[in-house]
């Protein structure tokens, strides 16, 4: 079945230690992002690549780190985690036109805790 | 600033019945609204979407509003199906670049009655 593969389902992770959160997609979508959702706060981008190669800075990319090596796959990189990081993590994919009024396809989400 | 803005964070309608979530923006810029669902333990999917030339689109049970003129969209959903529980975030588009950008609103969380 096409979409996006995210993967740990969860994680339990202890501050300061560095986590790698990963994203595939099957779709050959040129567009890639990575969100977190928090109670009361919606969803709020943190990192995204339009092509890859590239990448840009979203809403809170502090603390954060993103890479693009291929079309396929988006790793979200925390360097050195924080409990404020505490969060569900979403990655999403979209085709360049497509995005503009169909949104994103998402995946199922890595529900991190930092302790 | 948050551009896009759902005041109600929940709401309890009867089975059967309309239900109505709204949506509030504040960028004259956004080239579409759309709505998407989420269930617990998954990741938000695709509802519907409204171009910002248009006033109303209609998928089946699901129908948005948009009113430009009060920078305001709305859901309608009918009849109500306790399957339709879930939490509802608007979010609208634009055109940056070389790629789109999706702003999300809080949600609002539905719940259906029997």
């Known amino acids: 079945i096409a979409g996006i593969t995210q993967a740990p389902t969860s994680q339990i992770l202890a501050a300061g230690r560095r986590m790698t959160l990963r994203c595939t997609q099957d779709m050959r979508h040129n567009a890639m992002y990575w969100y977190r959702q928090d109670l009361g706060l919606g969803l709020r981008l943190i990192h995204y690549?339009?092509?890859?190669?590239?990448?840009g800075k979203g809403e809170v990319p502090d603390g954060y780190s993103v890479s693009r090596a291929n079309t396929d796959d988006f790793p979200l990189t925390l360097a050195s985690a924080v409990p404020s990081q505490t969060s569900v993590y979403f990655c999403?994919?979209?085709?360049?036109?497509?995005?503009?009024?169909?949104?994103?396809?998402f995946g199922s989400g890595t529900r991190l805790t930092v302790v | 600033d948050q551009q896009v803005k759902q005041n109600s964070p929940s709401l309890s309608v009867q089975e059967g019945r309309i239900s109505i979530l709204n949506c509030d923006y504040t960028?004259?810029?956004?080239?579409?609204f759309l709505w998407y669902k989420k269930y617990p333990a998954e990741g938000p999917t695709f509802l519907i979407s409204?171009?910002?030339?248009?006033d109303k689109n209609e998928d089946g049970r699901f129908t948005v509003f948009l009113n430009k003129s009060a920078k305001h969209l709305s859901l309608h959903i009918v009849p109500s199906q306790p399957g339709d529980s879930a939490v509802y975030f608007c979010a609208a588009s634009f055109w940056i670049g070389t790629a789109s950008k999706l702003t999300f609103g809080t949600g609002t969380r539905l719940q259906v009655t029997l």
């Open positions: 690549s339009n092509t890859a190669g590239t990448t």
């Open positions: 960028n004259s810029m956004f080239d579409y």
């Open positions: 409204i171009s910002s030339i248009k």
């Open positions: 999403a994919s979209s085709g360049i036109r497509t995005g503009l009024y169909y949104g994103y396809t």
